[in-house]
């Protein structure tokens, strides 16, 4: 008990430490740039409970959650395909290797020059971005499938459907996870930069917009609101992949024990 | 002849793609005020690479990659590598951590852009924030993942800190610290264009903005695609870097061609 003791002190105290020296270091600050601690909690409650989650935050999370989803329906349908299809992976492979090269504002960009300045921009440079990876990963992970398992689905004469379903697609979870996650923080960088560069709502442009009309503690409270938001999806994420992956620790743990006891 | 196939199939897509998409600008499926003619926009990076202020804009873009590049390596490697190596400091920063790092860099703009103005600076400190992490976690990992025949050697032989470390805890986490090197290179591109395009900081970014705005798609187009291909020469020089460390490691000793 003691030492669990120990160990919840060890990882609480700088957590702790810094919160509480930022509170009391910058109590009687008079730099513009960095105001107390307490004026910008301020700022937040006035700004986050509940004023702008419907006109700033809610906007956010929609087009994040909607370009993610794009993406990883998209991504993992694409990327089975490529990864069972090897002429048109083969085919496809110089052009998937450009686009994904293309830094993701850039697509911003061209996202605009194709659909305008409205919502649907966002989100399709969201699902754009955080595309590749999901790709790429999928890919890998539907060409890494054990041929042993390929042969089994052959010789019990599975149907295409439930090789794909049934077999391919379960053994690449893990590697198309990988690939959510990476998507996960690409969609959050795009989801801010749209924002900041063509909107006139969300936390991109709230962020942006306090600090160009001189609110510096609204600014911070966006900055901090979007590290909390940042932070939430990353645990859902991680909850959502527990699982869905739940069957895989589970196999690889027995493995390993059976592994050991041979 | 084994070599021509191999190579026939991709450049045929390659062909294929861009001939597509000239088709639907051509029967005007697309309209070519949004979606330039791949040969128009061929033609515009010919004509582009003609020009000293497109050369201009690479070299400040690249410019602000390195410094950033540099600035992040020299932070996140040392302090990656403390933290690695004690489990007092690893279970210390564990939480702060885990807080930070999903934070976009970008959300920090605004207040860079206070402190730092609207400056060179302002895009090396974005891109070294950026390129921070996926450096940091990796050289962690490597230093934690120590191959432990090797540690029992180096306690066997009773080498020093100082030994341990240079024989030790480096050359172990060489392989990992090439993987965030090629990931955080990526990145940084990434902040560097996307920093020039929302503060305007000259660079390829704001040539892309500008390009935009004028209503010069096919310019803009061009200007995205030269962002591009820097992005695919970063990759591939990284690769390179990465699987020249890798090459004693024993996963890609064990690696067979499949």
């Known amino acids: 008990m003691t030492r669990r003791l120990r160990g919840f002190f060890l990882e609480i105290w700088l957590p702790v430490a810094v919160v509480g020296g930022w509170w009391f270091l910058?109590?009687?600050?008079?730099?513009?740039?960095?105001?107390?601690?307490?004026?910008?909690?301020?700022?937040?409650?006035?700004?986050?409970?509940f004023e702008r989650i419907g006109s700033d935050l809610l906007p956010s999370l929609q087009r994040f959650g909607l370009g993610l989803a794009i993406a990883a329906v998209a991504g993992i349908a694409v990327g089975?395909?490529?990864?069972?299809?090897?002429?048109?992976?083969?085919?496809?492979?110089?052009?998937?290797?450009?686009?994904?090269?293309?830094?993701?504002?850039?697509?911003?960009?061209?996202?605009?020059?194709?659909?305008?300045?409205?919502?649907?921009?966002?989100?399709?440079?969201?699902?754009?971005?955080?595309?590749?990876?999901?790709?790429?990963?999928?890919?890998?992970g539907v060409r890494g499938v054990e041929p042993q398992q390929l042969d089994m689905a052959r010789a019990y004469k599975l149907s295409r459907r439930h090789r794909i379903f049934r077999i391919i697609l379960p053994a690449a979870t893990p590697q198309i996870f990988a690939g959510l996650r990476i998507a996960l923080a690409v969609a959050l960088l795009v989801m801010a930069f749209s924002e900041m560069f063509a909107s006139t709502n969300g936390l991109g442009f709230f962020i942006l917009f306090a600090q160009e009309t001189y609110r510096i503690p609204d600014m911070w409270s966006g900055i901090i609101m979007l590290g909390l938001v940042g932070y939430a999806v990353n645990v859902v994420f991680l909850l959502v992949e527990r699982r869905a992956l739940r069957w895989h620790r589970g196999w690889r743990a027995t493995a390993r024990d059976a592994g050991g006891a041979a | 002849m084994q070599g021509l196939r191999g190579t026939a199939l991709p450049v045929l897509g390659t062909v294929a793609f861009f001939a597509l998409i000239e088709l639907a600008v051509v029967t005007g499926v697309v309209a070519e005020t949004s979606l330039p003619r791949p040969t128009s926009?061929?033609?515009?990076?010919?004509?582009?690479?003609?020009?000293?202020?497109?050369?201009?804009?690479?070299?400040?873009?690249m410019k602000g990659w390195a410094l950033g590049l540099g600035l992040a390596i020299a932070a996140a490697v040392p302090?990656?590598?403390?933290?690695?190596?004690?489990?007092?400091?690893?279970?210390?920063?564990?939480?702060?951590?885990?807080?930070?790092?999903?934070?976009?860099?970008?959300?920090?703009?605004?207040?860079?852009?206070?402190?730092f103005g609207i400056d060179l600076q302002l895009k090396v400190y974005i891109i070294a924030l950026g390129a921070f992490w996926p450096l940091f976690f990796q050289t962690m990992y490597g230093v934690q993942d120590v191959d432990p025949v090797a540690r029992d050697t180096a306690t066997a032989y009773r080498l020093g800190r100082f030994m341990r470390f240079f024989f030790l805890s480096l050359p172990g986490a060489t392989p990992y610290i090439a993987t965030g090197l090629r990931i955080s290179a990526s990145i940084a591109l990434l902040l560097g264009v996307g920093t020039e395009m929302v503060v305007g900081l000259s660079g390829i970014g704001q040539d892309i903005f500008k390009a935009q705005y004028a209503g010069q798609p096919a310019h803009a187009f061009a200007l995205i695609a030269s962002s591009g291909l820097l992005g695919v020469a970063i990759a591939i020089g990284f690769n390179r870097l990465e699987r020249r460390t890798l090459r004693w490691h024993p996963s890609q000793r064990r690696e067979l061609p499949s």
């Open chain 1, 80 to 140: 089975t395909m490529l990864g069972l299809w090897t002429p048109v992976r083969r085919a496809t492979a110089p052009v998937v290797d450009f686009l994904r090269s293309i830094p993701a504002p850039a697509l911003i960009s061209i996202m605009i020059l194709l659909i305008g300045f409205d919502d649907k921009m966002k989100v399709s440079s969201i699902a754009l971005a955080s595309f590749f990876p999901v790709l790429l990963n999928t890919i890998d």
């Open chain 2, 79 to 115: 302090i990656g590598i403390a933290v690695g190596s004690s489990q007092w400091l690893y279970r210390s920063v564990r939480f702060v951590v885990d807080f930070i790092r999903p934070i976009p860099s970008i959300a920090l703009l605004p207040l860079f852009i206070l402190v």
């Open chain 1, 26 to 49: 910058s109590e009687d600050s008079t730099s513009p740039f960095f105001p107390p601690l307490r004026v910008i909690v301020d700022a937040f409650e006035a700004n986050w409970v």
């Open chain 2, 41 to 61: 926009i061929a033609k515009a990076l010919f004509e582009l690479v003609q020009t000293g202020s497109f050369w201009g804009a690479v070299g400040n873009t």
